[in-house]
């Protein structure tokens, strides 16, 4: 999306929300008028509440309306706290890192793909509709000035995911609408992540898949499509096919600029590792390594960012001890991987790195 258009979304938005404002305090002015005057504490408070409870009747819209649909429930998160279903269909509770751009995010497993299309409108317009819903049950059980805060907040939280924009639930949706290979990558990317949940890669248990994304004629690259271009770099990286999968890496960095943030982050944190690995002397890891939003998503404690920067100290610094030590930070948290199958991947890459480091190091003895 070119900045002409994001700042005319911004002008629409932002004028809708005074439109609805002005509206609303007209309407109601007479019921707010017989009441006592606001305390501004409790107007804090009500709007730090507000924004916190809208989100999660945010997710809870996509939960109940996926349910609806025929979905079955993978994981609701509210910034770093997540209920997960974990291998044995038991519900448990999580902290994770966030996705940059995310406050919350409810990911379902949904119905089989059938003549090109699957049930995902009232799955992804579920979060606008109950924030809609909710905040208009909220005014006309309890009017005053708090409701009015929450009602607010939840007509501005509706509007910013309905007018399609990045990648909101009203993006997503128009793009399913466009066409049928954006069907096919949002529902593949939704079954992705249930494979993943039961500690197993969707793309490594078939992969045929890859052929046919390859065989896909993609006349416009979106955030949805896009996320097709990471699963043969899941499947090398599976299989251990480094070399590979630093290729495919490099080649979404220097080729797709537009990626979306989250995508870009995680692309460039995995290139600190695989560059590192291979090609120590180059100025791309630097480089990388003083983006802010990489030295940033790398402070979080997650075992993916430990064996990162062991490899990172190993290969660019020179200091395997610190590599080791930092490897064996990473084997004590892999307890907040995300998902199982990243839990199974990381303790793997862990014992890789640790076995080529005591490799050398016994060699130089």
Known sequence: MNKKLKILLYIVIFGLGFL???????????QLSSQEAPNIYL?????????????????????????????????????????????????????????????????????????????YKLYLAGGVLFNIIFSLLGWIIAPSIYMLIFVLIGLVFAITNAIPMGFNDGMSFKL????????YAIHLSLVSAAYAILGKSYVVEHPEVLEKIKNLRVKEATHITDYLKFLEIE??????????????????????????????????RSLVMF??????????????????HVSVRLKAKEPQNKTILAVYEWRVKNNPQKALAILEEGRKILYRSPHLYAKIIDEKYINYIESLITSEIEQKI
């Open 176 to 183: 399913c609408l466009r066409s049928e290979i954006n069907r």
């Open 20 to 30: 609805i404002g002005n509206l609303i305090s007209y309407y109601m002015r007479e």
């Open 275 to 292: 560059a590192s690995l291979f090609e120590p002397e180059s100025e791309i890891i630097e480089k990388l390594m003083k983006d802010k």
């Open 43 to 119: 107007i804090i408070a009500t709007l730090l509440f507000g924004i916190i409870l809208q989100i999660i009747i945010h997710e809870a819209g996509h939960l109940f309306f996926g349910l609806l649909s025929g979905y079955k429930f993978i994981s609701f998160k509210v910034f770093n706290f997540a209920i997960v279903k974990d291998e044995e269909n038991r519900i448990k509770f999580k902290i994770i890192q966030g996705t940059k751009g995310t406050a919350g995010q409810c990911l379902m497993e949904p119905p089989k793909l059938e003549n090109g299309t699957f049930p």
């Open 235 to 268: 499947y090398n990286q599976d299989k251990f096919e480094l070399k590979k999968a630093y290729d495919g890496l490099l080649k979404l960095y220097l080729e797709n600029p537009d990626l979306i943030l989250p995508y870009k982050i995680e692309v460039m």
